[in-house]
């Protein structure tokens, strides 16, 4: 038995895991073989008793530094047995014979083969892979060596994305890669990835996010991931990198790889932190007492001189209300939506990871818990998740991997009839003079806003989502022929949704102050405009999903003299199916939340449904050549099939070229000492992307139920072409070029890679517009006619030096502009025979619209009737009644083209007004520091030429009917005293008669930010303390989540979630947490 | 044995290989796009096709689910600053723009019936005459013969609601096919004015003479809600008394004549008034009260919106709407006061203006400016007609609806001393500020909610009535038949008010019918083609319309006397006289350069 322990490398205190291990091994052997027969006999079960026994030992050091490693480990090439260094750097291992190979592995080292060659002490040094120009780039359809890439990829290790305590690296890749760009959609559990481009938006249509392959499979999966469980991320820049995807890959590829089992003995490791977040911003709304003094201010504006008597609020009770509030709070509310919110949020996590193994097997399990509590008591996210990967040679020459990510989600939301995003715009237009709650503990409502009523209902919205990512494949090495392999390899992606909602009527309650003491009615509310009914309804939806991907690969590698060739060919095909039913049953009289306890008449009950399915086909081929580790050249490409189109239209084609050329390598080079390495690159080449919807090329009707009625009500479907068919629809075709260079200098005391690049896309839909009348009365389906150029550039540096005193300094910094051009776009003759308001020429989303040219002041009015008109001398024509403290739009264009002015302001007169909303640059830098023990990280991201409209319920008064104002307003806002104000002067409406809410420059702000992201301080126990408890490391730690934030934005947050509505979006949060790192 | 591992290798990689590719390429990238039908299926019988035509029907414009009820538009009544109409109000209306919503646009009242949306509507009937003719011999004879004068109805309609906003219009009977048609036939101009209306007029004679449709369908009839023979004459009598009216039929028309009379007769004719009436007559005489009897007054206005009450006999033309699944969203912008038992129901959006008001009659059927109506301004709200209290709260008015569990007594008053929810704002919220709030057509078993499964009444017999008066009127003079028609309104139980008195010139008459028809069709989007056709807007909303203000003379205990004050509502009213009719989307002109714009725009 204990042979057998021996031969799997377990030993010491952690055996009962290994017995786990053990049979998950064998149950991951059992489902391997239900593929693949075993083989006769395998080198696994040989025996080795039948081996000649030999000890070798030796100690294992830096390189550089010449310091001892401990916990190197040591392994005997294509046979089981292994062991590791200890606190000295020391090991000893019996090998079975004289030729054996020892294989030393540490995680930051080159692995370092040493063939015995008969002697017994073999000390060696590993090379810090600080060092290593060899390292190993995860690419489209497997690795390629880093030095002699020739295509743009950025690559980042899963432990640098895993210090951020996210519960998705969505939100951390921008700022950490060189061309990554994100816009949050605000903080909300569960909802808030953000949204991800790579090198910018290179299209006008809606898919312009990354394509997301996780191990080598198209999985749309990043946020089901643990972040803790994941190996490397690569980013896919250029042509050369995406081309291998085709028609997936035009927007740029993110590659996931997940951990995979490390060779030696089991490594257990625990993660734990545990934080509170709070939201980067929260309004500042009015009190009680400011509100009626902002609104008496706004009265007086739209009808000056009114006596006290006719203000909104007798000035003599706003000024004593905090006497009155504090004698009766009842009848003199002085309520702030913030009560409604929790405004701390726990947010916790745990993981675990045990990975290890032999050259046979290889296995790395991990299990983890999220859980991210919201600002509201019923919102809240949690992920459950688990992976295992196997991965075991079964013959010299023959490798079968295993591996399962699975996760369970749930979102917690609110009452199906509202969301927490909806209650934060309920907050803003909860006037503070109405009660939010009494001082019984009751709640009322203001205006058809009863929050509190929502969040006491009990009503609740839960949405599941399982997912299990499972794949097989099988690697056969031909050793017929030198250097080419094969591989099979297939994935079953699978998920299932589920969503239920319960809704029951919103009660709050009426006061009515003229009994002793108040009385209180019990009312139903529902809701602004009506949409929470006044029954109890329930809503269910199942759902489920899977792909089905199969990839047959051909490999080929081979070095002869100084000619390295590879040779690369995929066959991919992939099948996805989707369906849903969900179910709906209204009148719900015994208070159970089950579908069929609900009313029994029919006219209760709602069902529907769908199902899909989509198929893909590609082939794919790579072609490397490189001459002496110096001059390289690459071919790649993909032959691609889709669903999407028509028969004989589905097919395309997606080459791309790209070369190389290290000069470090060259011989005038090798002088110069200091040059690591120089390297050289362009690209060029297409690739594709989807657009639009299926099924654009055939004309038929969509049916829809219960559209009309007849008779006594009863309804009926209908059925109706959407629009005409457009049977030549295809994809939008992007050509990539790029430039770039690679530098490692002074050992890697500084490393820098740039590259430029310039895209063109083609072919986006555009509506054909010119080729019908209106009077056509049916759409046409798009066209592919819509054209966009996108430049930019990316740098990245890092720099690495460690001081004699053992201070370890590090830095990573990169840098990513990107700015696309719309050359072809559908615009009306309007806006296109217009300089100023043309769209073609300008980038994506420009916004449009007056340019202002600041407020009027009391000086505009020169005949002093609060009124600007021509009587002041003032004859442009505006947008109603003018005021002192309105805005002041320039005239600039007259009627259809005609280039002067023409004393009117309408559109005409539109101007660019701003960036889009999506940074132009982004950038990201990491500070990192090591001493005796303590880390020190700082992660600063930031981004730049990005606009924002502010125009919302922080800046301007009473943004909607009857709704609050921030003091951001109140502070800054335009009277006779204070002229040269922020804001416009005050209206009893947000729209009232004067133009200020048009869309203009004077709401535009500039959103350059740079925030402290991550600041992360850790203390590693000493070894000499470890030693005495068995465990190898223990890292303690604290960080903190947004913690500065230097914006000219100071009232909100500069990556607010909302477009629109600035300010009513689900908060962005700022987090401290702590945690603990500990391995065994 | 090293071979045989070798072959073996290869051979099942081989074969994971060949699985993946061995299937036919092309048969696995041919999926099935199960969510559409093909023409083959959607045409095959007529229960199929029925399908289709439930489109042509669900196209009817959503009037009451439109917060910018077409009435905001009118000296009627009052709303906030956010909508479409308070732009067009202010005179801002674009043809550049190509949003129809109704918050902020700039296109005036075309928002229901827009170009682009009409020609949707118009494809949609085109589509189901051409392949039910088509596929005849799917179909029996005697469905063909119906259902075709259902769409034909249907796009007469539909044409009828852009025409009488924008003139005359693309006449397209077809649906245009770009592969196969000419660009004169794909590129239509607009017809003029009279080849417009003489287009729609011989739809609906073809349909009435067809004689296929049903005259009338009672409530609980299978088919309530389609097309019917009573409401094609009625809408023939509607566009043909809207046609003679002086705005489109006169020497001086609303909008200077156009070489291509796109917005007027070419040459104005009075005969077209006895038409109109002949056709209204007609609708009387064989249908109506004078005849078969299927339409006529109901006797109860106040509960004719009901949903028990649907398809009652004074209902000719309606949109449909069920409770929860297709709501009546009516109520929700305005379903009466804000709030009612100090509980927000509702926008507040329908506020009658003082204008409005003072239209009604004093109980004895007089204006309130005739001195011996007995009117007394200090005192408004009593003795006048039923009317006013059926449709109108007002300040101090007793609200009681089916849903309410005790009566609440309204107050818009400024009252420092017991401030109400519903006192007049000006401005900030939702409550009106007018005064006034209309409660006609809202569904008293609910607050406004998704439950409102009244239907929207498009016409009914009383427009019929007075569509005849005015067109008799104008063309014979007042005779004996107009005093009945408008008497029958005035007279009708409930209404009771005196017959209008004898002898009253043709312009008495005119000005008493106008009146009638204000009031009586009030909050039924019937007011502002009145205030087109009649040529009467350019004074009307030119006008500095009023609220009521109602306040104390000693308003800190109010102990004094209450005082009501006409006061202007100082919102803008600038009313140019090119929008009289809403502009052609400079959209569709850049789509289609034939068509011509609209004068003024």
Known sequence: ?1080 | MIKFKIIRNIALTGLILAGTFSCNQEDFLETTNKGTLTDLTMWASESNADIYLNYCYSLLPDKPGNPDYLDNFTDDNDVSEYYTSYNWKKGIVNAGSDYFGAWGSQVGPAMEANWAQTYKQIRACNTFITNVNKNATNFSEEYVAKRIDEARFLRAYFYGELFTLLGGMAIITEPQDRATMTEDQLYVPRSSFEETFNFIISELDAVINNAKLAVKYSSGAADAGRATLGAALALKGWIQLFAASPAYNSASPAVPASPDNLQSFATPDQARWADAAETNKKFIDTWGHKGSGEYNLFPKMTEFWREANEYNEEVIWDRQYVATTMPNNFDVWGGGPTYVLNTYICWGNYSPTQQLVDEFQTADGKNITDPTSGYDPQNPYVNREHRFYNFVVYDGASYKQEWMPTEDIIRYRIDQVHPSLNEVDYGGGDVGNTGYSSKKMINPYYTPSELNGQNFVYTRYAEVLLNYAEAQNEAVGPDVSVYEAVNAIRTRPGTDLPELQPGLSKSEMRDAIRHERRIELSYEAKRLYDLFRWKIAEVNMNFDLQRIVITNTSPADNSGVWVYTPTSLDRPHNFTQKMYFVPVPQGAIDQNPKLKQNWGY
């Open chain 1, 1 to 1080: 038995m204990k042979k057998n322990l021996n031969r799997y490398g377990l030993k010491g205190p952690a055996g009962t895991i290994h017995k786990l291990f053990l049979f998950m091994k064998i149950t991951g052997m059992i489902l391997m073989f239900g593929f693949f027969d075993l083989p006769a006999t395998p080198a696994y079960y040989l025996n080795d008793d039948e081996q000649q026994k030999l000890t070798i030992s030796g100690k294992v050091t830096d390189s550089k530094t010449g310091e001892a490693l401990p916990g190197v480990n040591i392994v005997v090439k294509d046979v089981t047995l292994g062991t590791n260094t200890d606190m000295d750097g020391k090991y000893s291992i019996a090998v079975p014979d004289r030729d054996a190979v020892l294989v030393f592995s540490f995680i930051g080292y080159t692995n370092l083969e040493m063939p015995v060659a008969g002697k017994t002490v073999i000390d060696v040094a590993l090379v810090s892979q600080l060092q290593n120009l060899d390292e190993i780039v995860v690419t489209a359809y497997g690795t390629q060596k880093k030095n002699t890439l020739t295509g743009s990829v950025s690559m980042v290790k899963g432990n640098v994305i895993s210090k951020i305590p996210v519960p998705n690296i969505s939100n951390s890749i921008a700022g950490n890669v060189a061309g990554v760009t994100m816009r949050p959609n605000g903080g909300q559990p569960g909802y808030d990835n953000p949204e991800i481009f790579i090198r910018g938006i290179g299209t006008t249509g809606d898919n312009n996010s990354p394509l997301i392959i996780i191990d080598g499979f198209r999985r749309n999966n990043i946020s089901q991931l643990d972040p803790s469980s994941i190996e490397s991320i690569s980013v896919l820049k250029d042509a050369a990198a995406v081309a291998p995807y085709g028609l997936g890959g035009a927007n740029g590829v993110i590659l996931i790889t997940t951990k995979k089992g490390v060779t030696g003995a089991p490594t257990l490791t625990f993660n734990t932190y545990y934080g509170w977040q709070t939201p980067t911003y929260y309004p500042d709304l009015l009190n009680a007492k400011d509100y009626m003094k902002l609104k008496n201010e706004a009265y007086l504006n739209a009808n000056p001189g009114s006596p006290d008597a006719e203000l909104p609020f007798l000035p003599s009770m706003v000024n004593d209300y905090d006497n009155l509030h504090a004698q009766d709070p009842d009848r003199y509310p002085n309520s702030t939506a913030r009560d409604l919110v929790n405004m701390v949020a726990p947010v916790q996590n745990y993981n675990m990871q045990i990975t290890g193994g032999t050259e046979k097997m290889k296995y790395f399990a991990g299990i983890g818990y999220f859980k991210q509590e919201g600002l509201f008591d019923q919102v809240n996210y949690s992920r459950f998740n688990y992976n295992i990967n196997l991965e075991s040679k079964v013959t010299k020459t023959t490798t079968v991997s295993l591996s399962v990510i699975s996760s369970m989600e749930r979102r917690n939301d609110l009452d199906p009839s509202e969301d927490a995003v909806h209650m934060f715009r309920s907050a803003y237009k909860y006037l503070p003079i109405h009660n939010l709650y009494y001082t019984n503990g009751l709640w009322g409502q203001s205006s058809g806003n009863a929050p509190a009523a929502v969040l006491n209902a009990g009503g609740w919205d839960k949405r599941d989502l399982n997912t299990v990512l499972s794949s097989l494949s099988i690697e056969q090495q031909l050793s017929f022929v030198k250097g080419l392999s094969i591989k099979g390899a297939v994935s079953y992606d699978s998920n299932s949704g589920f969503q239920k909602g319960w809704h029951t009527p919103w009660y709050y309650w009426v006061q009515d102050l003229s009994t002793t003491p108040y009385s209180y009615d019990r009312r139903i509310n529902p809701k602004e405009g009506g949409d929470a009914p006044a029954y109890t309804y329930l809503t269910q939806q199942n759902s489920r999903g899977q792909a089905i991907t199969l990839q047959g690969y051909v490999n080929y590698q081979r070095t002869f003299g100084k000619h390295d060739i590879t040779g690369l060919f995929v066959a991919e095909g992939r099948e996805t199916q989707g369906s849903f039913i969900n179910a709906r049953r209204n009148n719900y009289v015994v208070s159970i939340d089950e579908i069929n306890m609900g009313s029994s008449d029919k006219n209760d009950f709602d069902n529907g449904g769908s199902s899909e399915i989509g198929t893909q086909i590609g082939y794919v081929y790579r072609l490397g050549y490189v001459y002496n580790n110096k001059y390289m050249a690459e071919a790649s490409g993909r032959y691609d099939g889709h669903y999407y189109f028509a028969p004989g239209l589905k097919w395309g084609y997606f080459p791309a070229f790209s070369l190389g050329w290290r000069l470090s390598e060259e011989n005038f080079m090798k002088n110069i000492t200091f040059i690591n390495n120089l390297k050289i690159r362009g690209s060029w080449g297409k690739s594709g992307n989807l657009a639009g919807d299926p099924y654009q090329y055939l004309s038929g009707y969509n049916l829809v139920g219960s559209q009309y009625a007849f008779g006594s009500g009863t309804m009926v479907p209908i059925a109706y072409s959407p629009q005409e068919a457009n049977p030549n629809i295809t994809w939008e075709i992007s050509t990539k070029t790029d430039v770039g260079f690679e530098a490692t200098l002074w050992n890697s005391l500084l490393t820098v890679e740039a590259d430029y690049f310039f895209e063109h896309r083609t072919g986006m839909l555009l509506p054909p517009a010119i080729t019908v009348p209106q009077e056509y009365g049916l759409p046409l389906a798009d066209e592919n006619a819509g054209e966009m150029e996108n430049n930019g550039i990316e740098l990245t540096v890092g720099s690495r030096r460690e001081l004699a005193n053992g201070l370890k300094l590090g830095f990573i910094g990169n840098f990513s502009y990107a700015k696309n051009k719309m050359v072809q776009v559908y615009e009306t003759s309007a806006t296109y025979d217009n300089p100023n308001r043309r769209r073609t020429g300008r980038p994506y989303l420009t916004p449009f619209g007056y340019k202002s040219l600041g407020l009027f002041s009391t000086a505009d009015d020169k005949n002093n009737d609060g009124v600007i008109n021509s009587e002041d001398g003032y004859n442009i024509t505006q947008f109603g009644e003018l005021h002192p403290g309105d805005i002041r739009y320039a005239d600039l264009r007259g009627q259809n083209g005609d280039l002067t002015p023409d004393r009117v302001i309408d559109q005409n007169d539109e101007v660019s007004i701003g960036y889009p909303i999506y940074p132009e640059m982004s950038y990201g830098f990491t500070p990192t520091a090591e001493w005796k023990g303590f880390d020190l990280s700082l992660f600063f991201q930031g981004s730049a030429r990005a606009s924002l409209r502010t125009f919302g319920f922080q800046t301007v008064c009473f943004r909607n009917d009857n709704s609050d104002t921030d003091y951001e307003y109140l502070n800054n806002h335009w009277t006779q005293d204070h002229q040269d104000a922020k804001y416009p002067r005050a209206d009893l409406g947000p729209t009232a008669n004067n133009g200020n809410d048009l869309e203009t420059d004077f709401w535009m702000k500039n959103t350059n930010f740079l925030r402290l992201k991550t600041l992360t301080f850790g203390y590693t126990l000493p070894k000499s303390v470890l030693n005495s408890l068995k465990i190898s490391n223990i890292r303690a730690y604290c960080s903190g989540q947004n913690l500065l934030t230097f914006s000219n934005l100071k009232y909100m947050d500069p990556e607010t979630g909302a477009y629109d509505d600035v300010g009513t979006s689900y908060p962005l949060m700022k987090s401290f947490t702590f945690g603990l790192n500990v391995t065994f």
